[in-house]
């Protein structure tokens, strides 16, 4: 369970459901994604960096932010 408090995002400043299922589903698009970023990145080191970086720097971000508690 994570907790990130000092938000401005509710009234609690705290987030506590947000922030764990975003690292839930930031981990199981890792699972799919860095094999398959692994794979491309033998041909393409560019590509195969930015899928095996989609995770972290796309899936988190977003549904931490879509869940405001």
């Given at each position: 369970?994570?907790?990130?408090?000092?938000?401005?995002?509710?009234?609690?400043?705290?987030?506590?459901?947000?922030?764990?299922?975003?690292?839930?589903?930031?981990?199981?698009?890792?699972?799919?994604?860095w094999p398959v970023g692994a794979a491309v990145w033998i041909c393409s080191h560019k590509s195969g960096r930015k899928i095996m970086g989609q995770p972290v720097m796309t899936v988190y971000p977003k549904v931490n932010q879509a869940i405001p508690f």
């Open positions: 369970m994570f907790i990130e408090c000092g938000n401005t995002d509710n009234p609690c400043r705290c987030k506590v459901v947000g922030p764990t299922l975003a690292f839930v589903l930031m981990v199981a698009a890792a699972v799919v994604e």
